[in-house]
């Protein structure tokens, strides 16, 4: 069965919501086309898989399972922001404990040295 691209590629595509429109309805068009050509040879079996693809968008909204996935990869994105920013202060934190520390000992070792 020869496939057929449905989504023009390009480097940048434009972002419009008329060009979402274009490739969401070429992205049912190629689904309803496949799934028709392979329900004639196991009429149940594709069926389930039908359903199965059908259930991944709710209610058949393509747009409501694109913001599903848009908020997994923003609480995956606040996740690393936060452990990076944890690292950060981590780091800092260390690092002025350190030149604390040093300056402690150097004032020590003045004090000594005036003493003596």
């Known amino acids: 069965m020869p496939q057929t ?3 023009e590629r390009r480097k ?3 972002q419009t919501a008329e060009h979402i429109a274009d490739c969401q309805n070429a992205i049912r068009q190629h689904f309803d086309e496949r799934f028709d050509m392979m329900e004639a040879h196991n009429e149940t079996r594709w069926n389930e898989m039908k359903a199965l693809v059908q259930s991944a968008f709710p209610n058949g909204d393509i747009e409501a399972h694109r913001r599903v996935h ?3 990869i923003k609480n995956a994105n606040d996740r690393a922001d936060l452990w990076k920013a944890v690292r950060e202060k981590t780091i800092s ?3 002025y404990a350190g030149a604390a520390l040093l300056v402690m000992a150097l004032i020590e070792a003045f004090k000594n040295w005036v003493k003596s």
């Open 93 to 95: 934190g260390g690092v």
């Open 5 to 7: 691209p449905f989504v």
């Open 12 to 14: 940048n595509p434009p």
């Open 70 to 72: 848009e908020g997994y």
